[in-house]
T-cell receptor
Framework: EAQVTQNPRYLITVTGKKLTVTCSQN?????MSWYRQDPGLGLRQIYY???????DKGDVPEGYKVSRKEKRNFPLILESPSPNQTSLYFC??????????????FGPGTRLTVT | AQSVTQLDSHVSVSEGTPVLLRCNYS??????LFWYVQHPNKGLQLLLK??????LVKGINGFEAEFKKSETSFHLTKPSAHMSDAAEYFC?????????????FGAGTRLTVKP
């Protein structure tokens, strides 16, 4: 089954404790992206990757890091989480960045709470 | 820069009655427009998209949307609501051919369907 998986699905952590949210897709997609969803704001892009070893900032990259060492995986790293990073996070992938032609597939989301 | 406004944060309808979810956009170029649906505890799923072809776009599950340039609108409709339609809906605008990095999400409209 074609899918995007994220782990963990739920995470409660404390300020400053480094964490990683994993994202994996099994569709051989080149393009992957991370979003955060906050009430009343919709989804905002954090980082994206056009292909292996090619990453770039989205609209809200502060406090986050990513890496793309393999085509299927795109982990999101919070080196020193803060309470304002409490949010619902989505990973997405598509064949290419041309969203008008290639649908983005979204993972089920990771709900992160930072206390 | 492009932006999108979803005019209702919450819409409630009875099962079997029509659904109308309103979306207005702003764009300096010819936009691509999308509607995504998010069911509880699930990732986003593409409902339909407009990319400069026919202005009336049909999507999955009986939904359709009409691109009206003169009104800068892309409202989502369905003739008869079903209980399974209860979800959050996001209108998305993208300039430059629907590039994923260029997408701007609306704040979302929560649809409630009463029996």
């Amino acid at each position: 089954e074609a899918q995007v998986t994220q782990n963990p699905r739920y995470l409660i952590t404390v300020t400053g404790k480094k964490l990683t949210v994993t994202c994996s897709q099994n569709m051989n997609h080149e393009y992957m992206s991370w979003y955060r969803q906050d009430p009343g704001l919709g989804l905002r892009q954090i980082y994206y990757s056009m292909n292996v070893e090619v990453t770039d900032k989205g609209d809200v990259p502060e406090g986050y890091k990513v890496s793309r060492k393999e085509k299927r995986n795109f982990p999101l790293i919070l080196e020193s989480p803060s309470p304002n990073q409490t949010s619902l996070y989505f990973c997405a992938s598509s064949l290419s960045s041309a969203g008008g032609y290639y649908e983005q597939y979204f993972g089920p989301g990771t709900r992160l709470t930072v206390t | 820069a492009q932006s999108v406004t979803q005019l209702d944060s919450h819409v409630s309808v009875s099962e079997g009655t029509p659904v109308l979810l309103r979306c207005n956009y702003s764009s300096s170029y010819s936009p691509s427009l999308f509607w995504y649906v998010q069911h509880p505890n699930k990732g986003l799923q593409l409902l339909l998209k407009y990319t400069s072809a026919a202005t009336l776009v049909k999507g999955i599950n009986g939904f359709e949307a009409e691109f009206k340039k003169s009104e800068t609108s892309f409202h989502l409709t369905k003739p008869s609501a079903h209980m399974s339609d209860a979800a959050e809906y996001f209108c998305v605008v993208s300039e430059r051919g629907g590039n994923n990095n260029d997408m701007r999400f609306g704040a979302g409209t929560r649809l409630t369907v009463k029996p």
